[in-house]
């Protein structure tokens, strides 16, 4: 039996909670490792029980969810070998995702989702892939970064040791291609594929290809 992949629930609402949790722990590789009802607790249960994906809501009372994903980024609690974030949303929230995308989220998960989409989503999460399809993901980066203004210094500077190849993986993960995909396009191996994202995620300071995405469409021409 494959390993499971552990969840962290995180609603201030009991009912969305219990709901999430008997989904995901209907599944045979899912696992809800522990729920929380707000950001403060959920940021120590990330660090006590380091699940594979946390499944975050945006709107909570006190610490919302953008508090609680930045406080997972400072703790280094988030990216490859430690936790994946999905955000919960309405999407009446559409103001917050690029600065949730830009603060490492691996994706977003509408609460009216199906039981397929949301298991689906944490499975992408935990793979380290964005949960979110290819055109959606155009769609968001694209429609929430086109009013922004040119890259910062320090923005430029997180690409300054990328190799020329490394800076065309970002591109076509920008663009929201898998990697079976990218090593189609560019005539290489997965492996070799997987290589290069690893090291362009690392050279960058990205915890998800969808932060990374979010910094290739503000710096990348």
Known sequence: MPEQISVLVVDDEPVIRAGLSAILDSQADLAVAGVAGDGETAVEECARLSPAVVLLD???PRRNGLWTLAELGRRRLLGPGRSRV???TTFD???YVDEALA???SGFLLKNSSYEELTGAVRAAAAGHSALSPAVTRRIIEGHLSARPRPSDQELARLRDLTDRERDVLRLVADGLSNTEIADRLVVSL????????RMLTKTGCQSRAQAAVLARNTLV
Do not use: F, P, Q, Y
């Not at 492996?191 to 690893?198: E, F, P, R």
């Open 58 to 60: 945006i709107r909570m």
């Open 191 to 198: 492996h070799t594929v997987k290589t290069h994202v690893s």
């Open 86 to 88: 999905l955000m919960l």
């Open 103 to 105: 603060a490492g989220a």
């Open 93 to 95: 929230l559409d103001e």
